[in-house]
Structures are given as structure tokens and as C-alpha cells.
């Protein structure tokens, strides 16, 4: 059974809806900068339990949360730090965007990973972490948490082992006098207003040294953030959330929100559905910062439906290891051409299951599994001029394509350009060589080349002939199989690896590979 059918039959199983209707279900993503394709694992996760809920005709609602009010703590290294330095500190609605035509920091890279959700299929209901604060539905459990402040504190203590000194209190104050969160710490609650200094300087942020009163209500201050992840809950009625697997050890941040939401607050915490990292070529989020790790780049390099699989097609307590310039591509749409073989097959078993929950939601109702052409094949044949994808995709099917076969190959086709193009390790680049590269044969090379030579010249071969005859020819020459190919590649591609060689040949004019071989052999 695939994970989200079992998380959703365990939900069903364990819980009851608490306004009694609809289950919520909550996702977050603080946007610091261009979201790690990681954070789509989150979106993908809880997005496929809702589809899954739905199917089940159970009621549900996945909202999504825009974190635009936690502090800008340091700057990307895509963008000018000269001009974005004096913003550091401040809540991210309140740093400029990079771009005109947005209204803050946040808006501008939120709208570059909401648009990664919608390509993907997935669309939860957005709404804003200031929006939240502002409408004054955040105060009541701010008052509870200052009021509380030393049972939070003991909480801290004993499940995190962070030692908080006795005048701390659960808020950031944004500062009225600089406008920055990160640099204020807050003291005293008298019931209505909390005493801060803004006198913090941590990493660059400059603190302006202000001190005064504020009311900490609609988003004047911000809870700190596991105390704010418990208080979400209960503010909205959350009934299911899951987090990453680094949240979620003893005594980590699922833990301590945990510990609040029950203790502090009386709420049960939601449902939760721990999961592993989502790597990018054996990289953490933290540490893979690189071209290609972002959602939106990992995502404009696979079709819809590849790109879901990726997301959805692990167990959640397995790690997902994409490399953008690596052999993880082409494998990952051979694995979608098996899910695929089994639904031709007409199977009814977790392969096919997982390709109709890869499909985009609205093309799951009529599900197609067209045949396809092996990726690494067709981003072998978009290089090679002289080479008709769609004869060569009928030659390797054994047959005309029918439409959707026919469409399905052309965006086949496009992906692999894009991925030639962008990430594509050499070993996948091909270069058909016009004239005759330098190369140093052996004898035995030489003679092979003539006997093959010879053997085109007294007929038309198929690939299937000529993949033969290479073989005999470890005997009849006699050659070993990789000396051959390597010859072969390296005098019509320049380099020592390539594809099966029979077909290779095949598909080449006959002249032009009979006149290369000969010359390659004198
Ligand atoms: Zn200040």
C-alpha cells in the first residue's frame, strides 16, 4: 500500500474532523529567499493526503501558510548584499522585493514556489502569517503565552534543554523606532503592553537602541516560533500537519510545540506525518544552495507528472536524492516507463496506483499510459541532425505511434533539450562529427573497421544485424566488444562511450558511415 493510503486510512482510523465537517490540514513555509525544492516535499505531502482524503469523500481543506512575518536573518548570495544589508533584522514584508511589481520580499519569492505548487497540481488555499497576526486572531494566544511565559520557559527546559533567563517572553517586538524584529528583546508584561530594547545585535542586523512599551496585538509582535507553531493550531483548528524529519527528534521543535499546545494552550496537537529530507546530489537544504536546487529549477526541468512522482513516489521515511546533473534523470523517467508498462498492463497494484496519483489531478479521471520512447534514448536522438525522432520512436516501438504517443514524445523531447542544455553531464552530450576527429586505432581496431566496412557495403543492415555482427566479431577478428565500440564512438562522436552501437550505425546514412570507417581504417 502506498503512504498516503495508509497515512489516510490512519487518519480516518484515529481521528474525527474538530469542527466535526472538515479536517484542516496546514502547511508553512517561511520565504527567506528562492525556496529549496525541499520545501516541496512538505506541499507534496500534505497535498496528495488531501487529494487521497477526497477521493475517500472525506471533507478537507489544505491551507497554506506564506511565512512573510519572521525576520530577514541573512542575505542570499544571489542578491546584492550592499543594497540589502540595512534590511536585515527587519520582518520580510518589510524588505523591498528584488523585483518591481511586487508588494515586499516575500510576495516576490512566494509567488516564484506558488507557482511550483500550481505546475505540480497542487493548490491549497494560501493566506499570509501577517494577514493572521493583523486580524487580530493571534491575540488571544499571545495573552496566554505572556500570562504563561514561565510554564513556556520550564517546557523550553526540560523538553529542549534551552535555558531561557526569567525576564524572557515568548514575543519579538517589532520596533517601532527601526522597524526591525530580530534586535528587540522583550520584558515585563503588565497585562496589556510588554517592555522591549532594541538592543540585540545578532549576526549584521544593527539594533537601534530604543526602548519602550508596546500592546503586542495585531502584529505589533510576533510569537517566537515554536510557541507560534502551536498557537497556529489551536488559532485555526489544525488537524493535520506533518514536518521534516529534522523537527521532528525528541526534544526538537515538534516536540516543544507539542509539549505547549497541550500544556499551555489545552489543544491536542494535530496529526502528524513526519518525513525524510528531499536531497539534491546527496545535499541538505542547508547545504545545497547550488543551481538546480531550488523548486522552481527542479521543477522547469521535469514534465507534471515526473516531477510528482519524484515528490510523492518514496515513502515518507525514505529520502528523496535528485541530481540535476546527474544520471538520477534519466532514472527517474525510467521509473515512470515501468509505472506506465504496469497500467498497459492493466495491474492493479501500487505501480499503477502510484502513476494515476502522478498525474496532474484533473487528467486522473481518464487516465492514459501511452507508450514512450526510454528517455536517455531520445536525448540521445534530439542530438543527432540527420536522425527523425518520430521514425526512430516507430523503429524502437515496432510500430506507427498513435497521437498520444506521439505527444507524449514531443515533450519528451523538449525536457531533454532543456536538460542538455542546462544540467546534462557530458556522458549524455552527443556530437555527430562532420569530419574525421583525430584518433589513434590499434591494428586490430583498423581491421575490425574494414571487416565492418565491407560488410555495409555489400547490403542495407538493420541495427538489430549490425549489433550482431559487432558481437561475431570478438571471434572472427578477433576483438574484444569494447575495444570495438570504443573505436566506433571515438571516430564518429569523438569521445570512448556512446549508444548501442548496431542501431547507432543504423540510423546514420550509409555512405557517410561506410566513407568514415574506411578512412578511419587506411
Ligand atoms: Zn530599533
Redesign the pocket.
Known amino acids: 500500500m502506498l503512504w498516503a493510503d495508509r497515512i489516510a486510512n490512519e487518519i480516518r482510523d484515529t481521528r474525527t474532523p474538530r469542527d466535526g465537517k472538515t479536517f484542516l490540514i496546514r502547511d508553512e513555509k517561511t520565504i527567506s529567499g528562492r525556496v529549496h525544492v525541499g520545501s516541496m516535499r512538505g506541499v507534496a505531502i500534505h497535498g496528495l493526503v488531501a487529494e487521497v482524503l477526497a477521493e475517500q469523500g472525506v471533507a478537507n481543506e489544505f491551507r497554506f501558510e506564506i511565512g512573510d512575518f519572521d525576520p530577514f536573518d541573512s542575505i542570499p548570495g544571489y542578491l546584492d548584499a550592499e543594497k540589502f544589508r540595512e534590511h536585515l533584522g527587519k520582518p520580510l514584508y518589510a524588505v523591498p522585493s528584488p523585483e518591481q511589481g511586487f508588494a515586499n520580499y516575500a510576495e516576490y519569492f512566494g509567488a516564484e514556489f506558488t507557482e511550483v505548487h500550481k505546475k505540480s497540481g497542487f493548490v491549497p488555499n494560501y493566506y499570509r502569517a501577517t494577514e493572521l497576526y493583523r486580524s487580530g486572531k493571534m491575540d488571544p494566544f499571545i495573552k496566554t503565552a505572556l500570562e504563561r511565559a514561565s510554564d513556556i520557559r520550564r517546557i523550553l527546559k526540560e523538553v529542549s534543554g534551552s535555558e531561557k533567563d526569567t525576564s524572557w517572553l515568548p514575543v519579538s517586538v517589532v ?1 517601532e ?4 524584529m530580530m ?2 528583546r522583550a520584558y515585563d508584561f503588565d497585562g496589556e503592553t510588554v517592555a522591549y530594547a ?1 538592543d540585540r545585535n545578532p549576526d549584521e542586523a544593527k ?4 526602548t519602550g512599551r508596546v500592546a503586542p496585538w495585531k502584529g505589533a509582535a510576533k510569537l517566537f516560533w515554536k510557541i507560534d507553531w502551536a498557537a497556529k493550531w489551536v488559532a485555526l483548528g489544525v488537524d493535520i500537519e506533518g514536518g521534516g524529519k529534522d523537527h521532528s527528534t525528541r526534544g526538537g521543535s515538534r516536540d516543544v510545540a507539542n509539549h505547549i499546545s497541550r500544556e499551555v494552550f489545552g489543544y491536542e496537537p494535530p496529526f502528524d506525518i513526519p518525513y525524510e529530507f528531499f536531497l539534491v546530489g546527496g545535499k541538505k537544504m542547508s547545504s545545497s544552495k547550488g543551481r538546480g536546487s531550488s523548486a522552481k529549477d527542479m521543477c522547469d526541468l521535469f514534465p507534471p507528472e515526473i516531477f510528482r512522482l519524484i515528490l510523492i513516489g518514496k515513502d515518507i521515511r525514505e529520502q528523496i536524492d535528485i541530481d540535476p546533473s546527474g544520471e538520477s534523470v534519466p532514472r527517474v523517467y525510467d521509473w515512470y516507463d515501468e509505472l506506465a508498462e504496469s497500467v498497459r498492463a492493466g495491474e492493479a497494484d501500487d505501480h499503477s496506483r502510484l502513476y494515476a496519483l502522478s498525474e496532474l489531478p484533473k487528467n486522473q479521471a481518464a487516465l492514459s499510459a501511452p507508450w514512450q520512447m526510454r528517455f536517455r534514448e531520445v536525448a540521445f536522438i534530439v542530438q543527432m541532425a540527420h536522425l527523425s525522432l518520430k521514425e526512430e520512436a516507430a523503429r524502437v516501438k515496432g510500430s506507427a505511434l498513435i497521437e498520444d504517443e506521439e505527444r507524449a514524445l514531443d515533450v519528451r523531447a523538449r525536457y531533454a533539450k532543456f536538460w542538455l542544455t542546462t544540467y546534462a553531464p557530458e556522458e549524455f552530450k552527443y556530437e555527430l562529427q562532420e569530419e574525421m576527429p583525430s584518433a589513434v586505432l590499434s591494428d586490430t581496431q583498423k581491421k575490425a573497421l574494414a571487416m565492418l566496412a565491407e560488410y555495409l557495403q555489400n547490403g542495407e543492415r538493420t541495427g538489430e544485424e549490425l549489433h550482431v555482427r559487432l558481437h561475431e566479431m570478438k571471434t572472427g577478428v578477433p576483438i574484444q566488444p569494447k575495444e570495438l565500440f570504443q573505436a566506433i564512438y571515438r571516430i564518429f562522436l569523438n569521445r570512448d562511450s556512446g549508444p548501442k552501437a548496431g542501431w547507432f550505425l543504423a540510423g546514420l546514412p550509409r555512405d557517410f558511415v561506410i566513407a568514415r570507417l574506411k578512412e578511419a581504417a587506411a
Do not use: A, E, L
Not at 523606532?177 to 526591525?180: F, I, L, Q, T, V
Not at 539594533?207 to 530604543?210: A, E, F, L, T
Open positions: 520596533c523606532n527601526c522597524g526591525k534586535t528587540t532594541c539594533s537601534c537602541g530604543h
